[in-house]
């Protein structure tokens, strides 16, 4: 079963970067499509970028412009750069396979920003 692990959470202020990363314990991982989801208190997961085996990325509109998924899939391994934080990007970030999840979910890695 694959086990998925989130890293590179943290503080950060308004305007600041942060670049998370996923470790997939399986290489299927590096074969179909990844994503990263994003939960904020109270409200749905919600999917904000993602990327396919050749490296083909779409991004939900909050995010455009700010986030760059990339993968190394020789590492089994999902990055999310994002730049330009802003407040309501605040969540527990998660990766997964996309559209679709279909990995058991990992711990996520928090995300916040001040104002």
């Known amino acids: 079963q694959v086990q998925l692990v989130e890293s590179g959470g943290g503080l950060v202020q308004a305007g600041g970067s942060l670049r998370l990363s996923c470790v997939a314990s399986?290489?299927?991982?590096?074969?179909?499509?990844m994503g990263w989801y994003r939960q904020a208190p109270g409200k749905q997961r919600e999917l904000v970028a993602d990327?396919?085996?050749?490296?083909?990325?779409t991004y939900v509109d909050s995010v455009k412009g700010r986030f760059t998924i990339s993968r190394d899939n020789a590492k089994n391994t999902v990055y999310l750069q994002m730049n330009s934080l802003k407040p309501e990007d605040t969540s527990v970030y998660y990766c997964?396979?996309?559209?679709?999840?279909?990995?058991?979910w990992g711990q996520g890695t928090q995300v916040t920003v001040s104002s």
């Open positions: 990327i396919t085996s050749r490296g083909m990325t």
């Open positions: 997964n396979g996309a559209p679709r999840f279909i990995f058991q």
């Open positions: 399986g290489s299927i991982a590096s074969i179909i499509t």
